[in-house]
């Protein structure tokens, strides 16, 4: 009999992330974490897998390497802080070197800031992405000072006087170089050869640019060159691509491909096309069309570390691509073509390719994160977590709202169906969730975004849910990502179509899976899933039960507090508070909090900068002010990310407060 997947189960994952290839292309490195409960964190440590033998071997064992980079000779380089002298040194980073072929790490240099992003151009001269502390450096001081805005960003804290700033690091000298000034906000690109492309624009004070420029540095004759000014283009990404005449080895004497929404064919506003800039002249060619985003937007929260999602190869881009409900690798060619899906169903994380091997991490047929080589899969780090638990495969169904468009779905059965829809207790008493009719409670789930999408991988609160006896239903309403930008496009219509879209998909799913019960529906959410619970919960009273996470209840709150509010919000429902307020309150689901009739938990974290905490906060008071049952569980020291890489314990606490609500209210 299979084991019930409980809140904590997730401590048994190994997550991989960020496959590379050696630069002989013989070895492959990647990082594997692993939650720790007793220390409340993860450990990851660099990983090798032998392309030929398809064996895999741990490399380093101090559990504190989150990423790495190949020095052209083929050792690895890793930031840790290893001794007490090092990790008093905030403003200071250390890389270890290690070698492939075994031994201890050793000390390999350490520099004077706060580096991040580290890329050789030779075996002595490295690039480096880092942040420069414009602000007021004395740690032990008990205030902020706010002179700019946004004044925070999620998962960095208060963010005064703080740029990406791009360094030279020469390793034979120790000499530290800066190629960008202390208030320019750099961010580097892609480097090919002695030049390197970055994006950036000068913010000193007051409120940020809206879009960065794009640069090109030469090394050799220390010059920058401004290719497109900023606040002209929404650039995404910027590679380099042969010229006409110019081989696929000499990609640097070519044009620069460039992702922009150019004349504005494409509606939304995450899905721009391929251009072709050239560095001469900087005029932008349109090169390819192409209405969907870069990278996956599948959502999970059984994944962590990041990796590469596109790369040039000779003359062709490959990149990760988000069509319908799955993530594929795709490339573009030199002739403006976008390939077939080189990659299953499923969500293709990250990759890494020579000219005989791709390498890509993902999600697929229910697993974990794993490698996979020429589509073969070479790592079987979570193969006894498939084989004991009990995990819930998506049944897949699309339907035609009414407004004739197709809206795609799923549904989870609950577990252990052939024991009647039973689920056992810790002291191995079954306790069944249905009903006198045998019909169970359900819980409609609804991803952020909202230009994401859910998909057919692995979600473990969802299958958490389904284990202890509840139908989980889940769809892309329109404003959900994979489809074009018409179907993701609903500026100034949140609440409206994407609302109508959810409530006739549950609709359907009752329809399609007669042993729903109707009268035992939850719904939760977080982020705009967070936001469209608040709806909901406004305008229907058919949930018996809500769970609101990191959530939005008024815009002209977000507007003002959230790290992206003085953008998103404009982008996203077309006014501002001081020009639209009667606009932005009617997209309000606190407008429509005094209708509010549904048991409803909300959740938050104090240090999600995304999402403040004073969203979840007004729309508990206002349910309070109704008397109805409500409840805030407030997370310290968490952010936006708390449901996918929050501390372990919290994250426990966090779905034993959702599975505990749901089953007071539905059970």
Request: net charge negative; glycine share 10%; with cysteine.
């Amino acid at each position: 009999m299979k084991k019930q997947i409980k809140a904590d189960t997730f401590l048994e994952f190994k997550y991989v992330s960020a496959p590379t290839f050696s630069p002989d292309g013989k070895k492959i490195g990647f990082v594997l974490q692993q939650a720790d409960l007793k220390e409340n964190t993860y450990h990851g440590d660099v990983w090798l897998l032998d392309v030929e033998t398809k064996k895999v071997s741990q490399l380093t064992s101090g559990g504190d390497a989150r990423g790495f980079e190949f020095t052209p000779s083929g050792t690895l380089l890793f930031a840790a802080k290893r001794t007490k002298e090092e990790k008093e040194k905030e403003d200071e980073t250390v890389f270890y070197e290690i070698d492939p072929a075994g031994g201890e790490a050793r000390k390999a240099f350490s520099l004077p800031i706060r580096a991040g992003k580290i890329v050789p151009v030779d075996e002595d001269l490295y690039i480096i992405q880092a942040t420069q502390n414009n602000g007021e450096t004395d740690k032990d001081r008990g205030w902020e000072t706010l002179e700019e805005t946004p004044f925070w960003f999620n998962g960095r804290g208060f963010t005064a006087g703080l740029r990406g700033r791009i360094y030279l690091y020469q390793r034979s000298t120790g000499e530290l170089t800066p190629v960008t000034e202390p208030w320019f906000d750099a961010s580097l690109g892609e480097v090919c050869g002695r030049k390197f492309l970055y994006r950036g624009a000068l913010w000193e004070g007051g409120r940020k640019y809206d879009y960065p420029g794009l640069y090109l540095y030469d090394i050799d004759s220390k010059t920058s060159k401004c290719l497109i000014e900023p606040n002209t283009k929404a650039g995404y990404v910027a590679d380099f691509w042969p010229g006409e005449g110019v081989g696929p080895e000499q990609p640097g004497a070519g044009k620069i491909l460039f992702t922009t929404y150019g004349d504005g064919v494409n509606i939304g506003m995450y899905n721009p096309d391929f251009y072709l800039l050239d560095p001469e002249t900087k005029e932008l060619s349109l090169f390819a069309r192409y209405d969907r985003g870069i990278g996956s937007s599948v959502g999970s929260d059984a994944r962590l570390g990041g990796g590469r999602a596109a790369k040039r190869l000779k003359d062709r881009w490959y990149f990760i691509t988000t069509d319908c409900e799955s993530a594929y690798l795709r490339y573009l060619s030199a002739d403006g073509t976008i390939s077939e899906n080189l990659t299953p169903e499923g969500s293709a994380d990250s990759f890494d390719i020579t000219e005989d091997h791709v390498v890509v991490c993902g999600l697929f047929d229910d697993r974990l994160p794993e490698l996979y080589l020429d589509g073969e899969q070479v790592t079987h780090f979570n193969d006894a977590f498939q084989e004991e638990y009990d995990i819930r495969t998506p049944e897949y169904f699309e339907f035609v709202n009414k407004d004739g468009v197709s809206i795609h779905g799923y549904v989870m059965t609950p577990a252990a169906a052939e024991d009647g829809f039973e689920t056992p207790t810790e002291d191995g008493a079954p306790v069944s969730l249905a009903g006198p009719d045998g019909r169970f409670p359900c819980i409609l789930h609804i991803h952020g975004g909202p230009a994401t999408v859910f998909g057919s991988i692995y979600h473990h609160e969802m299958e958490l849910w389904a284990n202890a006896g509840f139908y989980v239903i889940f769809c892309n309403p329109r404003g959900s990502d994979g489809r074009g930008g018409a179907f993701e496009d609903i500026c100034d219509r949140y609440g409206s179509i994407d609302y109508e879209d959810l409530m006739e998909f549950t609709d359907e799913a009752l329809r399609r899976y007669p042993k729903i019960d109707p009268e035992r529906l939850g719904v939760t959410g977080g982020s705009y899933g967070g936001f469209m619970t608040n709806w909901i919960i406004g305008h229907t009273n058919r949930f018996k039960a809500a769970c609101s996470q990191r959530s939005i209840a008024a815009w002209t709150i977000f507007e003002h507090t959230s790290d992206i509010g003085y953008s998103f919000t404009k982008w996203h429902q077309g006014a501002r508070t001081r020009d639209g307020l009667e606009q932005l309150w009617g997209h309000s689901p606190l407008a429509a909090a005094p209708n509010c009739q549904t048991p409803t938990l909300f959740i938050h974290s104090d240090k999600d900068y995304r999402c403040w905490m004073a969203e979840g906060i007004s729309m508990f008071t206002a349910l309070q002010m109704n008397g109805c049952p409500s409840k805030m569980v407030l997370f310290h020291d968490e952010t936006h990310e708390l449901s996918r890489s929050g501390k372990p314990k919290n994250r426990i606490h966090r779905m034993e407060e959702i599975l505990a609500w749901m089953e007071k209210y539905l059970k």
